[in-house]
């Protein structure tokens, strides 16, 4: 694994925990020789990713739309930034630069990125590892609504196990490191045979 990209929020949150976790991982990856790929950003979480990585002495690769270079958010000390046209570019850029993909706290955006990356590579697109790395428990309701997705039957329950959920970020790079993807399909297969 060279590469992992994290998504999280362009805020800091309300806990200073949330700040705390983002550097952590900015910094065992950089210490892990692991490149880090984010939004490009200089605020909120992800410019803490991106600093603690940083000043480990790690790589870290920014991608940015051109709409948010303009606000004055890019963050111009990383290693590299790329700047696209659209947030749909930046996605596939990410894709493209990454061999895995960590959530931490974020909003909309963050989902939005952690999701499609998901979709992909429940539709055969990509094979690489998606882990949410919790804080304080900020995914639990989001995990419980995925057991929900299995069971009402809009999920494979072998693709809910095909991500990672915990706290802990040493034992969620062990798991992204050693990850071999789920062979189950998207389609399930009919429980019940159509009445007539």
């Known amino acids: 694994m060279r590469s992992v990209a994290v998504y999280c929020g362009s805020n800091p949150g309300s806990r200073p925990v949330y700040t705390e976790t983002a550097a952590r991982v900015?910094?065992?990856?950089?210490?892990?020789?692991?490149?880090?790929?984010?939004?490009?950003?200089?605020?909120?979480?992800?410019?803490t990713v991106a600093d603690a990585a940083l000043a480990a002495g790690g790589?870290?690769?920014?991608?940015?739309?051109?709409?948010?270079v303009q606000l004055e958010v890019a963050h111009a000390g990383v290693?590299?930034?790329?700047?696209?046209?659209?947030?749909?570019?930046?996605?596939?850029?990410?894709f493209d630069l990454s061999d895995g993909f960590i959530a931490l706290p974020g909003g909309f955006g963050t989902l939005d990125e952690m999701f499609e990356m998901l979709t992909w590579r429940q539709l055969g697109i990509g094979d690489k590892p998606c882990a949410f790395l919790d804080v304080q428990g900020f995914f639990e309701p989001?995990?419980?609504?995925?057991?929900?997705?299995?069971?009402e039957r809009f999920l494979h329950a072998?693709?809910?196990?095909?991500?990672?959920?915990?706290?802990?970020?040493e034992s969620m790079l062990r798991w992204m490191r050693d990850?071999?993807?789920?062979?189950a399909?998207?389609?399930?297969?009919?429980?019940?045979?159509?009445?007539?």
């Open 179 to 183: 990850y071999t993807p789920a062979e």
């Open 26 to 47: 900015g910094r065992m990856l950089a210490e892990a020789g692991i490149a880090v790929v984010f939004g490009g950003g200089k605020v909120g979480l992800m410019g």
């Open 59 to 68: 790589e870290v690769i920014g991608v940015i739309p051109e709409q948010l």
């Open 142 to 151: 989001l995990v419980a609504m995925m057991d929900r997705m299995v069971g």
């Open 185 to 196: 399909s998207k389609w399930l297969a009919e429980k019940h045979a159509a009445t007539r």
């Open 158 to 169: 072998d693709q809910r196990r095909d991500l990672w959920h915990g706290d802990d970020p």
């Open 79 to 94: 290693t590299r930034l790329e700047v696209v046209s659209t947030m749909h570019e930046r996605k596939r850029r990410m």
